[in-house]
């Protein structure tokens, strides 16, 4: 099995670990993939960098196949930037207009980010099975 981890943004400030069969733990660097020999046909792993977590995943992987496994963030480098630049826009329509609503709203796309991040931790970190 191999296990990789996206170039992103937010996954780039994490340290990201995976725990096979509740016993097994493999730090998952950014650039190098995990090469991980399962001494059954069939394991759980989960994914996590101590306060995000995965859901609970059953991997089957016939022995002579290989198993590719990603993990992502699901806010994904664009949403991240969209998030900037709406923030930035909606920042300089309220210091313009002078409008309090829109230095109100300028806090959303912050506010979404924040709860993803602190309030869907299970949803934050996701796992990804690639077709080879």
């Known amino acids: 099995m191999i296990i990789t981890r996206k170039s ?3 996954l780039n400030f994490l340290d990201l670990r995976v725990v096979i069969n509740e016993k097994n733990i493999y730090p998952l660097f950014k650039e190098r993939p995990v090469h991980i020999l399962l001494p059954e046909k069939t394991a759980t792993f989960v994914v996590s960098d101590g306060f995000h977590i995965t859901q609970r995943l059953q991997v089957t992987c ?3 196949k290989l198993c590719h496994l990603h993990v992502v963030c699901s806010i994904d480098d664009n949403q991240f930037f969209s998030g900037l630049l709406l ?4 920042i300089l329509l309220g210091i313009i207009s002078d409008l309090w609503i829109g230095k109100l709203m ?3 796309p912050i506010l979404y980010g924040l709860y993803f991040f602190y309030f869907r931790r299970k949803d934050f970190l996701r796992v990804k ?3 080879r």
């Open 129 to 131: 099975l690639m077709q």
């Open 106 to 108: 300028s806090f959303l």
């Open 87 to 90: 923030t930035g826009l909606l």
């Open 62 to 64: 016939q022995p002579g």
């Open 8 to 10: 992103q943004v937010l």
